[in-house]
């Protein structure tokens, strides 16, 4: 069993950056895969970022490539998501997710977190 606890999440103007951080617990945080997918209002999920267990391998969605970075600090268990310039469509909350599957996080993961808040203001 993992437990995922994310942070970071607020409202800013479009533009602005804001980190997100996401906590595990439980197993062996490098043999994870993990990923952040987000949900706005009346929309389907979406995938944002996955990395692999030892950081060297990095996904991104298409909306945000360039924009958004993933990264992760085995040590410290957590993963992050670096988002600059951020856009009012990036409004959504924002879930991390782990599977021992890189693959399979482009789409699901066997854990999630309960999710944070992200608001952009135009």
């Known amino acids: 069993q993992v437990q995922l606890v994310e942070s970071g999440g607020g409202l800013v103007q479009a533009g602005g950056s804001l980190r997100l951080s996401c906590t595990a617990s439980?197993?062996?945080?490098?043999?994870?895969?993990m990923g952040w997918f987000r949900q706005a209002p009346g929309k389907e999920r979406e995938f944002v970022a996955r990395i692999s267990g030892n950081g060297n391998i990095k996904y991104y969605g298409d909306s945000v490539k360039g924009r958004f970075t993933i990264s992760r600090d085995n040590p410290k268990n957590t993963v992050y998501l670096q988002m600059n310039s951020l856009k009012p469509e990036d409004t959504a909350v924002y879930y991390c997710a782990a599977d021992f599957s890189l693959l399979a996080l482009r789409s699901a993961a066997a854990y999630w977190g309960q999710g944070t808040q992200v608001t952009v203001s135009s």
């Open positions: 439980g197993r062996t945080f490098s043999n994870y895969a």
